[in-house]
């Protein structure tokens, strides 16, 4: 290997050991609590150590966004596999999806709620950001119905599922009902 190669694989390293600081700070506390000063500390590198990595907060929240995105549609893939029933499928996408923002608070507040610094629905938008949508739309087209856009049926169903998520996290949906509400949603959405 050689000596680039290596502060490569460091950088890279050191890289990931941020993010995920970053994410395990904001799971446990809260974004505010993620502080440049405190990751340095956290990691045992200086703050311009950092900043050769990121400019900011801005861009420590977008990278753990872009992870988040990655994630987020491994699991709505994995929860729609291997289902032969479109209902069933789009049901546990819902899920799938509801439990990937109650489980990751932190990470749904950096892809959704935050200001990442990143495009939505452009042409600059991110791929993992872009995959998160696909993995979404490419199990609702089939039940959209005839001569609706699938993306545009897909953002709504998104819209949906982003209420669901943000209502029930502030306590303003009582929690008992949630899997009518997910059954509800796909029953009155899905053409079937």
């Known amino acids: ?52 990595h990121f400019r900011g907060k801005r861009e420590i929240i977008g990278a753990v966004a872009l992870q ?42 950096a892809m959704f709620r935050l200001d990442a610094g990143l495009a939505f629905a452009e042409e600059d938008t991110p791929q993992p950001l872009k995959d998160g949508f696909t993995a979404l739309m490419e199990n609702l087209g089939e039940v959209a119905g005839d001569g609706v856009d699938p993306a545009l049926f897909t953002e709504v169903f998104w819209a949906a599922l982003h209420g669901l998520a943000t209502l029930t996290r502030a306590g303003r949906l009582p929690p008992g009902d949630a899997e009518r509400r997910v059954d509800l949603l796909v029953a009155r959405l899905t053409v079937i």
């Open 1 to 52: 290997m050689s000596v680039q190669e290596r502060k490569e694989r460091e950088r890279a390293e050191r890289e990931r050991l941020i993010v995920a600081t970053a994410r395990e700070l904001a799971e446990h506390q809260g974004w505010d609590a993620v502080t440049t000063r405190r990751l340095a500390e956290r990691i045992e590198y200086s703050q311009p150590v950092l900043y050769s």
């Open 68 to 109: 988040g995105a990655t994630e987020m549609a491994h699991a709505l893939r994995t929860a729609a596999s291997g289902i032969d029933s479109s209902r069933a499928r789009v049901t546990a996408l819902a899920r799938a999806y509801l439990h990937f923002a109650e489980h990751n608070p932190a990470v749904y507040d």
